[in-house]
């Protein structure tokens, strides 16, 4: 090995694995420009690649190990770490949108980025893994965000803005565990360690198509020998990743069978035909051919048709159903002339806008050697140690609970990652809630959550950690499932729309009166724990009968109801703001004295006395003013003479009597002692005659007059007697007079 040599820039050295043969190249990055300071290429003994996998992983690794010694010898340096690509001959891709609230208006941070870029890897994966119908394990190799979202609005870069919400469209891929394995074997065989590992799609982007023609809608092919592999870009993104299995070897494998050559042979054949008119050999005869490039475009015509054909149907596929506005296309299968021209006829654009790319955008890379190749052959190559720059991913072995596991390593890999990896359930990281409990209230259905358990117990290394915590190669992780917490439950009185209040009027006094639930049809306490599917009502109303419970009053069936000033019974249901008035219908009293006596003592038993009851006083003021009317008249509840004209006097009232009233007075006379004390008062100036009672308070009248309550027709109603306000329960007497109207 030569003296060792000083350069600049940290080397880097890549190596791009093919079908045919195996490329590496050392440079390093100064600002913008990258220094390619050596190349060395080896092509296979045998087959040991087909398709870009790995048939032989000693023969491989044998390859790679003579291009790294040639290496070493050119740079004078030891090299250890080394850059990979993996061929998408099984790639998978998954493009996910994920969203995230941030919870508050505030700065985006780096922080902030990653949690979202993991967010949708994770969805990525767990959609990846619901489609994958194959027995094999893949791995995610890597993710591209296609764009970023601030607050739903598209954005390049989010750090540093303020923003509610935050999203991203991301493209994840996902190779089989033996393609990955395979490569690294070999690495490994070559006694080197892959710090880096990206796919042959990606890497020949870095170089093809710089960040400033990716707003463009460009395709990107790269012909190797086993696969052709597809790249989109589109306003200033890559937007998917794709490929096929055809690629430069089917060429070779025509040639070989019209010429009856080895696959050798054909390939060299393939090559001389981009740049030579004429092309000899011998076939497996030992004869001496000739062939010419038209012959070697007429005998690979089909199949570059058969290729190109599948290569467009897949740009469509990846770029919505439609063409591409150019094609660039790289790597030595699409250097055969025929291929360009081809493609552009089965994607109906331009000839001229589908061109191989070598030399042309390598504007930014320096080649230190005289004699360094600068064609399409090296634009992946070149890549793989620019991706370096862009994503250091490498695989990495853990230990998640105490199971081996390799990691795919992007230098951001944490806890979850690592158990995502291992397929360890999602949900055992995050505490989980109790079952929920589903259930109506009044007709509209509700859920009420179960509690949330305890989150998951995670260590690393023995110290305590978090699902972000970073890990490292061989790190020891353990994580006790998150436990769920207990289910939900709820009392009848939890319910906020229970702890409301009716108020009704009972007996001219306010009452509030807890409203009750119905549960599936029966009525429940607040005490009642609410069970799944209940079906739940508040109810706005009482009955009678449910208030007179709640006051603790026995109503018997003597007693006369009220609701609204309408005769009612004990089952009526009574609203929110109704009047409710009980009252005495009919007493069996050896005389009046004793009832009024009676009352009076009923009365006084009352915590407030507002008077309303007090009528002994008014009783003997008012048969003062009775005087003359004759005491037999008064005892039937007649007034006066039964003569045309006679006058009934009641306090300051006169009301005459006419004769038909007069007549149908003196036919209830013989009547009035069955059926109690008949009185005459007036209402509104019309005169209204009670029978069949021995008493009458003021809501009686109610029974007799045109007074339709259900149509308010004001604020509310106004009762007087006698001049001054009057109460429902007020008892009233012959003469008196009433006034009834709604307030204005």
Request: aromatic content about 8%.
């Amino acid at each position: 090995m030569s003296e060792t040599m000083k350069f600049p820039g940290k080397l880097i050295f890549g190596l791009d694995i093919g079908t045919r043969s195996v490329v590496g190249t050392v440079g390093y990055r100064v600002g913008e420009k990258f220094h390619v300071v050596s190349q060395s290429i080896r092509e296979h003994g045998t087959r040991a690649m087909l398709d870009g996998q790995i048939h032989d992983i000693y023969k491989v690794g044998a390859t790679i190990n003579d291009v790294k010694t040639d290496l070493e010898l050119r740079i004078g340096r030891t090299l250890k770490d080394v850059c990979i690509a993996a061929a998408g001959r099984v790639l998978r891709t998954v493009t996910v949108r994920v969203d995230t609230d941030l919870g508050s208006d505030r700065e985006v941070n780096g922080e902030d980025i990653y949690a979202l870029d993991s967010l949708g890897v994770e969805k990525a994966y767990g959609e990846f893994l619901n489609s994958n119908d194959s027995d094999m394990k893949f791995y995610c190799v890597g993710y591209s965000v296609v764009r970023y979202y601030m607050n739903g609005y598209s954005m390049g870069n989010l750090e540093g803005h303020r923003a509610r919400t935050i999203g991203a469209d991301i493209i994840a891929t996902f190779l089989p565990e033996d393609v990955v394995d395979g490569l690294y074997k070999a690495v490994d065989l070559a006694g080197l360690d892959v710090v880096n590992l990206t796919l042959e799609p990606i890497a020949a982007i870095q170089v093809a198509i710089p960040e400033m023609y990716r707003m463009l809608n460009i395709a990107l092919v790269d012909v190797g020998a086993g696969t052709s592999d597809i790249s989109i870009t589109k306003d200033g993104s890559i937007i998917a990743y794709g490929m096929i299995p055809v690629a430069g070897d089917s060429l070779t494998e025509v040639i070989a069978k019209h010429c009856l050559v080895d696959f050798a042979t054909a390939e060299q054949i393939k090559r001389d035909a981009g740049v030579r008119e004429q092309i000899e050999y011998k076939d497996i005869m030992g004869l001496s051919q000739t062939i010419s490039m038209a012959q070697i475009e007429e005998v690979t015509a089909q199949m570059i048709e058969d290729m190109t054909g599948q290569v467009a149907d897949k740009i469509r596929e990846l770029n919505g159903g439609k063409a591409v506005s150019a094609v660039f296309v790289v790597g030595g299968g699409g250097m055969l002339p025929g291929y360009t021209t081809a493609l552009a006829d089965k994607l109906a654009i331009q000839k001229e806008r589908v061109a191989v790319r070598g030399r042309e955008v390598m504007q930014n890379i320096e080649f230190l050697e005289a004699d360094a190749k600068k064609d399409s052959l090296m634009v992946t190559p070149i890549g793989i140690c620019l991706s370096f720059y862009e994503q250091s991913n490498n695989f990495i072995f853990v230990y998640f609970n105490e199971q081996r596991i390799k990691i795919y390593d992007n230098n951001k890999v944490a806890v979850v990652d690592a158990a995502m990896q291992a397929e360890f359930a999602n949900d055992g990281l995050f505490p989980k809630r109790g079952k929920e409990l589903n259930y109506t209230v009044n007709g509209k259905p509700r859920i009420t959550r179960g509690a949330l358990g305890e989150s998951a117990v995670i260590t690393v290394n023995g110290n305590e950690a978090d699902i972000h915590t970073p890990i490292h190669a061989n790190d020891q992780i353990k994580v006790i499932e998150s436990t769920a917490g207990e289910a939900a439950r709820l009392d009848i009185d939890q319910l906020p729309e229970f702890g409301s209040v009716m108020r009704v009027e009972v007996n001219d006094t306010q009452v509030d009166l807890p409203k009750f639930a119905s549960v599936n049809g029966s009525l429940q306490s607040g005490y009642y724990s609410i069970q799944e599917g209940d079906c739940i009502e508040i109810l706005n109303y009482y009955t009678v009968r449910q208030i007179a419970e709640f006051m603790d009053v026995i109503i018997n069936q003597d007693m006369n109801i009220y609701v609204n000033n309408k005769l009612a019974d004990m089952d009526s249901k009574v609203y929110e703001n109704f009047s409710v008035v009980w009252t005495m219908e009919q007493l069996q009293l050896s005389d009046r004295d004793k009832y009024e006596n009676e009352v009076a003592d009923s009365f006084d038993e009352l915590p407030e006395d507002d008077g309303t009851y007090q009528r002994k006083e008014e009783t003997a003021d008012r048969e003062a003013d009775w005087e003359n009317v004759d005491e037999a008249d008064m005892e039937q509840g007649t007034a006066g003479e039964q003569d045309d004209g006679e006058q009934v006097r009641g306090g300051d009232t006169e009301e005459t009597l006419s004769e038909g009233q007069t007549d149908q007075t003196a036919g209830m006379a013989g009547q009035s002692e069955a059926a109690g004390t008949s009185i005459y008062v007036t209402v509104n100036n019309d005169m209204v005659h009670l029978t069949g009672k021995m008493s009458y308070v003021f809501v009686d009248v109610f029974e007799h007059i045109d007074f339709d309550l259900s149509k308010p027709q004001g604020s509310g109603i106004v009762t007087r007697l006698n001049g001054r306000d009057a109460q429902y329960m007020e008892e009233i007497g012959s003469g008196d007079r009433i006034e009834i109207y709604w307030r204005r």
